[in-house]
């Protein structure tokens, strides 16, 4: 009899790690910009993008930039600017789920 409860509760416990290793690779990573400016175009939510993937683009003197790029494989979970918002460096402007 103890050698089952033994077992059920060493099964409960890899189900419950299981069940953390899946929330936490499900993270979500705030993505900042690295450059400020007006911006001029955003990717949109739900796509899947690769690391280094420009999420926010915006103007500059010498044309259109990536002001921020995925830090990780994912999915865009959401996009906090819009086109013609001014940014400034270290602003959160993207969020991404990491696969």
């Known amino acids: 009899m ?3 409860i033994l ?6 416990i890899c189900a ?3 069940i953390y290793h899946m929330a936490e ?13 007006t911006v001029s175009w955003t990717a949109q939510p739900g796509i899947a993008v690769n690391e280094g993937a420009a999420l926010v683009k915006i103007t500059t003197m010498t044309g259109e930039t990536a002001a921020s790029r995925a830090s990780a494989n994912g999915t865009v979970s959401e996009i906090l600017v819009n086109p ?5 460096v270290g602003q ?3 969020r991404i789920t990491a696969e």
């Open 25 to 37: 690779a499900q993270a979500v990573i705030d993505q900042k910009s690295v450059l400020s400016g």
């Open 7 to 12: 077992i059920v509760f060493f099964i409960g």
């Open 16 to 18: 419950l790690a299981g």
């Open 2 to 4: 103890k050698k089952n």
């Open 84 to 88: 013609g918002e001014e940014i400034s």
């Open 92 to 94: 959160v402007v993207a």
